[in-house]
């Protein structure tokens, strides 16, 4: 199985206009024969009545008879606390194959990797999408929050898991007609 993975990253004042845009001009790219599924949101809380510190969704499950046409799209998003002066994101793909007791993590190029934001953003939203996911396999994102002072030291870090991607098995070929 060969993964691939495209990331966008928005930051600054307008995070909800750019990814609404990203997300508008994604259906153009989906060829016919696709199917979508999205999931809601888990959130870290700063208290009770509070407004939410981080969050993590699936915005995007495609499902297809073609591997490359199968994807997977997470998103976080997290908020700026009092002291800190950098947030940093990464998404982790979780794969669990028929069978398998658990989810466990899947190496590709451009998962893992710590994306941070611009000193200063008070929201920050990061986008990935994984393509040519295998069928039949769940997926999930593990995404992970970290939060950083003025001299770069952590002052909190926070993991969400997404709801998963269900990628059924793709539908056998039909049959040929039997020979006369």
Known sequence: ????????AIRGRRPLLALACWLALLP???TTGARAQTADVSSGQLGAGSVSLDSASL??????SEPAQRSATFAGEMTMIPGAARMAMRIELLE??????????VTAPGLGVWRASDPGVRIYKYVKQV??????ADYKGLVSFRWQGPRGRTLKHEERRTRRCAQPAPAPPPAAPPLE
Not at 96 to 105: I, L, Q, V
């Open 131 to 136: 393509t040519n996911l295998s069928a039949p």
């Open 28 to 30: 153009a790219a989906l």
């Open 59 to 64: 915005e995007q499950c495609l499902t297809a």
């Open 96 to 105: 669990r194959m028929p069978g398998e007791p658990s989810f466990h993590a």
């Open 1 to 8: 199985m060969t993964l691939t993975s495209t990331t966008t």
